[in-house]
């Protein structure tokens, strides 16, 4: 008999908070990646796969209606989310040399976008992306104007 190292019975609950549309859709948006979130630091690291394998039967037998678009979609969702989950940690560990905030944030990303499709991780971080986007580009203008007017002191 297989036994598996974590207690589904909470990260159930957390996941029982989710909403979805009036199509049974899930709602690809930051309260959902909250969720997730939670669902996942309820989840012993460095799961294998056979152990994510359970994790995703799990959730799935765990909606009410297993044939929905949700029903299909939130295991793959859950298991690519803890993976990204995972993967960051790692990355923040090996690339502690970076030196900008811009390198780390255009990283961060990328895997998100590897790890959930473009799709879902612009729905999901989108506001957030665009908002440390503006907040680059501002740093950038204010650092050429402060050389512009060194320059000109000079």
């Known amino acids: 008999m297989q036994q598996w190292h974590f207690n589904y019975a909470e990260t159930e609950q957390i996941l029982a908070k989710i909403k979805l549309n009036s199509r049974g859709e899930l709602l690809l948006n930051s309260g959902l990646a909250k969720i997730l979130t939670k669902a996942i630091e309820s989840l012993p ?14 959730v799935s037998k765990g909606l009410p209606d297993q044939d929905t678009a949700a029903g299909a979609k939130l295991p793959i969702l ?72 060194e320059s000109i002191d000079a």
């Open 78 to 149: 859950l298991i690519n989310y803890y993976q990204l989950h995972y993967a960051e940690k790692e990355q923040l560990k090996t690339t502690a040399k970076l030196t900008t905030f811009q390198e780390k944030f255009l990283d961060k990303v990328e895997l998100q976008n590897h790890y959930l499709g473009k799709d879902v991780a612009t729905q999901f971080f989108g506001k957030q992306r665009s908002i440390t986007r503006y907040l680059l580009e501002r740093r950038e203008i204010r650092l050429k104007t402060n050389k512009k007017r």
């Open 45 to 58: 690291e460095n799961m294998n796969d056979k152990a994510l394998q359970r994790l995703a039967f799990l």
